[in-house]
């Protein structure tokens, strides 16, 4: 069975850093998607890697404070997160899939699994 566990979110200052881990279980995964949401918004895109490549991608909001990374021993995925303003709060997931297209790395429902969700929080 399939399974993505996230891990890492907490409190944060504005300014602050976190990271957030994401283990996947069971197998590996072509494409890793970072998404989050805020109460009472859509879900938003953050970020996704190419596990064979490593080549990763970025919203307009988070580019150039936001990295993703893996290790492919522990088959896991990072969301590093640097510079984190009051707006980045949000429940954060973890997205995995086999099928993505790159055109479709920032539509969430394009991808079949999913974390639990961690929450972080950035006060100002």
């Known amino acids: 069975q399939v399974e993505l566990v996230e891990s890492g979110g907490g409190s944060v200052k504005a300014g602050g850093s976190l990271r957030l881990s994401c283990a996947a279980s069971?197998?590996?995964?072509?494409?890793y998607g970072w998404f989050r949401q805020a109460p009472g918004k859509q879900r938003e895109y953050v970020g996704a890697?190419?596990?064979?490549?490593?080549?990763?991608y970025f919203a307009d909001s988070v580019k150039g404070r936001f990295t993703i990374s893996k290790d492919s021993g522990k088959n896991a995925v990072y969301l590093q997160m640097n510079s984190l303003k009051p707006e980045d709060t949000a429940v954060y997931y973890c997205?995995?899939?086999?099928?993505?297209?790159?055109?479709?790395?920032?539509?969430?429902?394009?991808?079949?699994?999913w974390g639990q969700g961690t929450q972080v929080t950035v006060s100002s």
């Open positions: 069971g197998r590996t995964f072509s494409w």
């Open positions: 997205a995995a899939d086999n099928g993505l297209i790159l055109s479709s790395r920032e539509m969430a429902d394009q991808y079949d699994y």
């Open positions: 890697i190419r596990w064979s490549s490593r080549h990763t």
